[in-house]
């Protein structure tokens, strides 16, 4: 293969320059956020769910922010824009108008830890761009907003959806904040929510930061008062900066540990037998296992598991039905223990794994 | 996030080493550890007054 050598004659001098390259940020890792093309969903694994809770997860790193229950549904659908493949869709099942003091969305938090090189609370403050497809029903303005962790500063912005059911690429940028706490450490960095519906209290100044939790500002759409409404978001970024660069695509694996930072699903409820490791006997009634986790969690995580007539088995010697609880546990590995309903011999062991389809287990350590 | 049926378990059956509790509708254990935001929030609303965790059996 022959060589083109570049030269003064092919390629002027400073006609390639760091700033052409790329603008205040890195050519790679330039993305804050994770799980942004939808393309994980360890929970669900792509089935619809409605939310009676606030801070219901539902996408990995994805949250439902509601203030009743059971108005809308998430799900992650392959409704996309040229160049991905999942985006997370919003159904309005029960259309309603929200009080003063009430709201509907889905968030992101992003932990301390990926944002000290912000510089957030200080003069040094920089600033962000984020953007995202987006697609909707419902046009008009729609109400976002970059948070602290204590939401007590605000940036509220108002993007337009100006034709419905259509895929629209939207950019918002927003100068950093140079007052209020900013975390850090393992905790809430910042957190990024996106409106489908909020109360008067909610409303505040555009396009400036405030102390509250302003989420949008006067005579932005509330998508949630529209019976059957939809809207789809994919391809989330914020970056260093004030230019949006193309989606950074990650590969699934890559995607899937940081997921795995905040919410593991070793067993998913749709497989009988999943091997957990060895569990061993303790006595009293009680068995003992130990389990690492893929990756280090952001913190001792939540065991989360459900229960059913023997829905776990130390194989060949006891069936029990759970749930599990812990101790011993630290960010890369748990102690999990567990009634066996029947004495065991100390050091009586054996393969420890799921017993019915419908067994669930799972760690958390979401913000 | 509604937590209830929220108690301390303990392993050997003198101290404590977690919660269990239903938490949006699903089983927890949730380890004794602040950086939890599970934990985080159960000491937030028994703060609150608004749950109480029962004693370990």
């Known amino acids: ?367 | 996030m509604i937590i209830t049926q929220a108690q301390y378990c303990s392993a050997d059956g003198e101290n404590n080493s977690c919660i269990s509790a239903i938490i949006n509708g699903e089983h927890h254990a949730v380890p004794l550890d602040p950086a939890n935001s599970d934990y985080a929030e159960i000491m937030r609303q028994v703060e609150a007054g608004t749950l109480t965790i029962a004693d370990a059996d």
């Open chain 1, 1 to 367: 293969m022959a060589l083109i050598k570049l030269n003064t004659n092919s390629l002027s001098d400073n006609a390639v320059t760091t700033d052409k390259i790329v603008n205040d940020g890195n050519l790679g890792n330039r993305n804050l956020i994770i799980n942004g093309s939808m393309a994980i969903d360890q929970r669900n694994g792509g089935s619809s769910v409605t939310p009676t809770a606030d801070q219901t997860y539902v996408l990995d790193r994805f949250g439902a922010g509601l203030s009743v229950a059971s108005k809308f549904s998430l799900e992650q659908t392959t409704t996309v824009p040229a160049g991905f493949k999942n985006s997370m869709k919003a159904t309005v099942v029960s259309a309603y108008t929200p009080g003063a003091s009430e709201w509907f969305g889905f968030f992101q938090k992003v932990e301390g830890l990926n944002t000290s090189h912000l510089d957030f609370g200080t003069s040094n403050a920089k600033t962000l761009t984020l953007s995202f497809w987006v697609r909707s029903s419902v046009t008009g303005d729609y109400g976002f907003s970059l948070a602290n962790s204590a939401q007590n500063r605000a940036y509220p912005v108002l993007y337009n959806i100006s034709a419905a059911d259509t895929w629209e690429h939207k950019t918002i940028t927003i100068a950093g904040d140079t007052s209020g706490t900013w975390l850090t450490t393992n905790g809430v960095g910042l957190i990024l929510l996106w409106s489908l519906g909020a109360g008067s209290s909610f409303l505040q100044t555009a396009n400036a930061w405030g102390t509250g939790l302003g989420l949008g500002t006067t005579g932005q759409t509330n998508w949630i008062t529209n019976a059957a409404a939809t809207f789809y978001i994919t391809g989330v970024q914020l970056e260093l900066g004030e230019t949006a660069t193309p989606f950074e695509h990650r590969s699934y694996g890559d995607e899937l540990a940081r997921c795995q930072r905040y919410y593991v699903q070793l067993i998913n409820g749709s497989d009988h037998s999943v091997s957990i490791g060895s569990a061993l006997g303790s006595g009293a009634n009680q068995a003992r296992a130990v389990v690492q986790f893929p990756v280090e969690m952001r913190s001792s995580p939540s065991i989360v598991s459900n229960s059913g007539t023997n829905y776990f088995t130390i194989e060949g010697i006891i069936s029990f039905n759970g749930p599990m609880l812990t101790t011993y546990k630290n960010t890369r590995a748990a102690m999990l223990y567990f009634s066996t309903g029947t004495t065991l011999t100390n050091g009586q062991s054996g393969v420890f794994r799921s017993n019915n389809a419908s067994t669930s287990l799972a760690f958390k350590a979401e913000l």
